[in-house]
């Protein structure tokens, strides 16, 4: 069963719940808080989802109000490519072209039932590797 990853603050707390619930059947989810919808800072989440993701493998969710912050925290991470995604399409370019391996969702910006497609898309895509391969290989700063 595969691994996902799931983190968000205060904004994404309630879309962070929802998913988390629709995926529990199919996929063993480790939540990395916050467990209520009480004000956090977004890093203190961020991080520890991209840790057990560059760590330990598997995807990750995070989900925040614009999806900028739980991005740019992720993004920190050596091994990490965290994609903002606002539609299943960018979510599907995402893992084909780049390999990104957690998706950020804006929550005050999408719907539930978007996110929920954005999510399904981006755990069933696969990284096409071929001329992306490369590409994807000159991301990480060295």
């Known amino acids: 069963m595969q691994t996902i990853h799931i983190g968000s603050d205060h904004a994404g707390f309630a879309l962070k719940e929802k998913l988390k619930h629709n995926l529990e059947s199919k996929y063993e989810i480790i939540d990395h808080g916050p467990h209520n919808a009480e004000s956090v800072d977004y890093p203190d989440y ?61 929550a005050r910006f999408i719907s539930e039932m978007t996110a929920e497609q954005i999510v399904e898309v981006f755990l069933t895509t696969s990284f096409e590797g071929g001329r992306h391969e490369n590409r994807v290989n000159k991301i990480a700063c060295s």
Request: glycine content about 8%; some cysteine; overall charge positive.
């Open 46 to 106: 961020a991080h520890p989802v991209a840790t057990a993701v560059e760590t330990q493998g598997g995807r990750g969710i995070l989900i925040c109000g614009s999806a900028n912050g739980v991005a740019m925290a992720a993004n920190k991470h050596a091994a990490i490519r965290a994609a903002i995604c606002w539609l299943p399409e960018i979510a599907s370019l995402a893992r084909q072209h780049n390999d990104a391996n957690i998706v950020c969702i804006p």
